[in-house]
């Protein structure tokens, strides 16, 4: 049993990393939207109707049985009849509470788990409730349940995923070099840091498409700024603001050693 869901957990992963983090391992950086992806799997033996993974609050304030525990990522993916694993995708923190109801109504706790891009945890209940974690980097962690009862723990309600829009533009190579980075900023806020758009090289005289996934709110982020990383190392920012959301090309030229941004 603990083979087959070690291959799932593997499998599993490398769908995870391809999903968040591309081909590279550079991650996207805007702190309001910095997140990781992680898999859970469920060998407890009974069905898992609820999953709540959420960061442990800084400020004290207990969330365990309210609606801050965020959106139960089993409802999300519409798979609540599955003994599995389930893809979870949550805010970095540096721990994180699990909240797990089953089919017959028990609720399993696990205060403070360290996750980080890529683990993969596993619930097991033999003698005692117990969350493995599997570093994606190596190396493994076990954190203690709690048991509650069925109907001693309250019910709370379950929060919809933020919906998500896609942007989608292309970027034309005209400079002579190969670009190896593509990414944006807003225009009025760079620290916030930076959203990766494209990870592979693109050569002298390609033009690809970008696709990207954004929160629902950042449409009202009208004011970017394109980021490209040269193949010898050089970063560049461009000269224009553009519009991610109307914007069809960008064509990226070279003169003199300067680099241009036209936009359409």
Same mark, same amino acid.
């Given at each position: 049993?603990?083979?087959?869901?070690?291959?799932?957990?593997?499998?599993?992963?490398?769908?995870? *990393? /391809?999903?968040?983090? =591309?081909?590279?391992?550079? %991650?996207?950086?805007?702190?309001? @939207?910095? &997140?990781? +992806?992680?898999? *859970? /799997?469920?060998?407890? =033996?009974?069905?898992?109707? %609820?999953?709540?993974?959420?960061? @442990?609050? &800084?400020? +004290?304030?207990?969330?365990?049985?309210?609606?801050?525990?965020?959106?139960?990522?089993?409802?999300?993916?519409?798979?609540? &009849?599955?003994?599995?694993?389930?893809?979870?995708?949550?805010?970095?923190?540096?721990?994180?509470?699990?909240?797990?109801?089953?089919?017959?109504?028990?609720?399993?706790?696990?205060?403070?788990?360290?996750?980080?891009?890529?683990?993969?945890?596993?619930?097991?209940?033999?003698?005692?409730?117990?969350?493995?974690?599997?570093?994606?980097?190596?190396?493994?962690?076990?954190?203690?349940?709690?048991?509650?009862?069925?109907?001693?723990?309250?019910?709370?309600?379950?929060?919809?995923?933020?919906?998500?829009?896609?942007?989608?533009?292309?970027?034309?190579?005209?400079?002579?070099?190969?670009?190896?980075?593509?990414?944006?900023?807003?225009?009025?806020?760079?620290?916030?840091?930076?959203?990766?758009?494209?990870?592979?090289?693109?050569?002298?005289?390609?033009?690809?498409?970008?696709?990207?996934?954004?929160?629902?709110?950042?449409?009202?982020?009208?004011?970017?700024?394109?980021?490209?990383?040269?193949?010898?190392?050089?970063?560049?920012?461009?000269?224009?603001?553009?519009?991610?959301?109307?914007?069809?090309?960008?064509?990226?030229?070279?003169?003199?050693?300067?680099?241009?941004?036209?936009?359409?």
């Amino acid at each position: 049993m603990k083979k087959r869901f070690l291959l799932l957990a593997i499998l599993s992963v490398m769908l995870m *990393i /391809t999903v968040f983090s =591309g081909c590279d391992k550079r %991650e996207d950086t805007r702190k309001y @939207v910095h &997140t990781i +992806g992680i898999v *859970i /799997t469920n060998d407890v =033996g009974n069905v898992f109707d %609820e999953l709540f993974v959420y960061p @442990v609050p &800084t400020d +004290g304030v207990e969330t365990k049985y309210t609606a801050d525990m965020g959106p139960d990522w089993i409802k999300n993916t519409k798979n609540s &009849t599955k003994i599995g694993s389930y893809g979870v995708t949550v805010v970095e923190s540096g721990s994180y509470n699990v909240w797990v109801r089953d089919r017959r109504g028990n609720v399993y706790t696990f205060d403070s788990v360290s996750f980080s891009n890529g683990d993969h945890g596993i619930i097991t209940f033999d003698e005692l409730l117990s969350l493995t974690v599997y570093h994606f980097g190596g190396g493994t962690e076990t954190v203690a349940g709690e048991y509650v009862r069925p109907g001693d723990a309250p019910e709370h309600p379950h929060r919809e995923n933020v919906k998500q829009v896609t942007l989608k533009f292309a970027v034309e190579n005209k400079t002579g070099d190969a670009l190896v980075f593509v990414s944006m900023r807003e225009s009025k806020a760079q620290a916030k840091g930076e959203v990766e758009l494209y990870l592979d090289k693109i050569a002298a005289g390609k033009t690809v498409n970008i696709n990207r996934k954004l929160d629902e709110r950042d449409q009202e982020i009208t004011e970017w700024v394109l980021n490209i990383e040269v193949e010898d190392g050089k970063s560049v920012t461009s000269d224009v603001i553009f519009n991610p959301w109307t914007t069809e090309k960008i064509i990226i030229t070279k003169t003199d050693g300067a680099y241009k941004f036209e936009v359409s």
